[in-house]
Structures are given as structure tokens and as C-alpha cells.
């Protein structure tokens, strides 16, 4: 696959993502159940109740209390996650849209090979491409496609958008979900719908890509900008440098801010960066 390279998919080998929610995958896997199994993941004791199995019974307890409790397991389960692709036009400056899709990629690649279930929502104006959440090496495959056929489009109705996510796309049970977008849009609409997301009882992380030229501004003399999105056109003198930087400086601030306030994950993720190391930051904060 031309989004990542032999060399890149044998570091990710290395690389295991863990859920700290509880999950409610079917399968026996990596993550921690929101339902009690029998695995070696001691839990807790409680009173033993009539059906009980008798083989969780600990006799030791029973032998000082005179009192019959059975130890209860934290079962291991596969989750099921979702990437959300941000395919808006905005993504098309500096190679922001080729990063998106590299790191849903491999995170795609980091979640099969522990045989996690994987679905792809791309979206821009509207949703653009979707596939349910499924497992194995030919469904990897499909989501890779999808990610290589992505192109730029359009500008985003946030409101629309995670309306119909939360409207149906994404299962009513504990799952991850991962969005990957520049975030350059009203804060006002996509704080609230990713809050909203992680209320109900997902996992949610969020990869914010940006240029290194959005980030810094290095530009001398009078300078011409285009929102991609909308079309409009300003011209700006260099001495806005200061503003500027004061303004983006916020708004990351504010990301950080809220959304960690809301449980949610957040990971700053420049074009410049390879995609080897966000995913060793991010899995290091955690």
C-alpha cells in the first residue's frame, strides 16, 4: 500500500493500543470488558448467590469467615472502533489530508492485527464514504482503498455531520473513536459534538493535524490568504506575526482544555512529524 511504506508498517508492529474505558466487544482480546468473565484479571470478591458457579468460590475466605464468596474476573475483549476521516477542502493545503490518512491507516493496521473490530467514516460537506466496524485482513484492505481514493472537498457542517454519526453510524455501545481533522472550524459546534460523542460512553481521541505554517507564521511583507473552505481572500501585513501566534496559541489551548475536561483524548499531530512518533507521544501520555 502506497500510504505506508514496508518500513513504516514493520514499526508499527511494535506498537499495541489499549482502552482504558471498559469495552464490550464479543470476542476475547485485549481490552478490559464492561461484563465479568473468568480470565486470569482478578476484579473482586462478592457473596456468593444461588447459580453461581461453585468453582469461583474462594475457600480460603470461606475458611476464616464461615462465609461462601465468589471471585469475579475482568473479562478481555476486542472493541470496536471507529476512524472519522476529516476530508474537507481545508485538508488539501500542506499535505494535511495525505497525514490524515496515514495515521487512520495505521491505526487501522495497530487495531486489526489485535483483531479489534475497524470501521471508516469519511466526511466533508457530507459523509462521504462509510464502513461498518468489522475484523480480518480483507476488511484492512477495504478501509486502505477507501483512504487512498479520499480526496479534498467541500467545507464541513459540523452540526450535520455528527447528527448522523450519533444518528445511527456508530453503535449505542462503550467503543473507541478516533477523528482526525485539522479542527479549523467554529469551536462552538465541534466541542459540543464531540462531548456528546464521549457521553455516550465512548472512548473518543482526536488527532488535530497542522502545517508547520499554521502553526508558526514565518512569512515576511505583506502576505495573501485564501480560506479554503469559503473562498474568501485577505491580505495581511507580516507585522500581524504576534496576533497571530496569540490567536492559534488559544485556540489549541482551548481544544486541550475542554475536551481533556470531558475525558477526551487529544493529540496534536503536524505534517512534519512522522506518523511512528504521534503514535509514541500519544500512547505515552496515556
Known sequence: ??????????????LTFLARRPMSGILTG??????RGTSLDFAQLRQYSFGD?????????????????????EE??????????????????????????????????ILNKQKDAVGLIVFAE??????????????????????EETTPAGA?????IFSEIIGGLIPRKPGLVFLFSDLLGPDEKIIPALKYLAARH??????????????TWDNPGLVQIRDAETRQTLYLESDIH????????????EYRQQLSASGIDYQLAPTNQPIEKILSDFWQKR
Request: aromatic fraction near 14%; proline fraction near 2%.
Open 202 to 215: 465512548n472512548e473518543v481521541v482526536v488527532f488535530q493535524i497542522l502545517s508547520p505554517s499554521e502553526l
Open 30 to 35: 485485549h481490552h478490559k470488558s464492561s461484563r
Open 53 to 73: 458457579d461453585w468453582r469461583y468460590l474462594d475457600w480460603k475466605i470461606y475458611a476464616r469467615q464461615d462465609k461462601f464468596f465468589v471471585r469475579e474476573y
Open 1 to 14: 500500500m502506497s500510504l505506508l511504506s514496508p518500513q513504516l508498517i514493520w514499526r508499527l508492529n511494535r
Open 76 to 109: 478481555e475483549t476486542n472493541l470496536i472502533a471507529y476512524l472519522i476521516v476529516d476530508a474537507s477542502r481545508s485538508l488539501a493545503l500542506n499535505n494535511k489530508l495525505d497525514h490524515c490518512r496515514k495515521l487512520a491507516a495505521a491505526l487501522a493496521y
Open 156 to 160: 464541513t457542517d459540523w452540526n450535520k
Open 126 to 147: 457530507s459523509i462521504e464514504k462509510f464502513l461498518p466496524a468489522r475484523r480480518g485482513v480483507k476488511h484492512l484492505a477495504l478501509i486502505w482503498q477507501y483512504l
Open 242 to 253: 504576534y496576533s497571530y501566534q496569540k490567536v492559534i496559541g488559544k485556540l489549541l489551548n
